[in-house]
């Protein structure tokens, strides 16, 4: 019995697998970057910013236009408004009514125009930093790029991952 279970345990042990001579299993590795920090970084940033400010001021600057405008025949109507026959006071209120209305129309698409400017002036940079992010986690091998901002990830495993924005920032300078 006991050359049997000898027989049996020589059988088994050369009938196992070779772990040692199998490749390692590659790691999945992921990049990490902070999107907001590197966004910011590229140089056509500054350019599309400055254009945005600007379009704000000339929006601000009407909005103060028509705010002064409204305010002066408002307070020609309290002036006024003891001395008014009554269908010139309701016409006159008609008329405020109607400016404050416009005036708010006006300040909401202002509000409008200005995210959907800001969402086609940053459109352009966005897709070059996918391009550039995607090229780098080609050439790292990597298998996914994690974005930090807003504390998405508390926590990242070094061994796993690779920080990515000085890369990027760097390619996108270029």
Known sequence: MMAGLSGFAQNASTEAPDTTSKAPKPAVLFGYLSYDSVIVAMPQYAIVQARLRELREAYDKEVSRVEEEFNQKYEAFLDGQRDFPRTILLKRQNELQDLMRKNLEFKQQ???????????????L???LRQVIATVARNRGLALVVNTDSNACPFIEPSSSINIQEETIALLKE
């Open 110 to 124: 202002g509000r409008r125009d200005l995210q959907q400017a800001e969402a086609d002036a940053m459109a352009p």
């Open 126 to 128: 966005h897709e070059k």
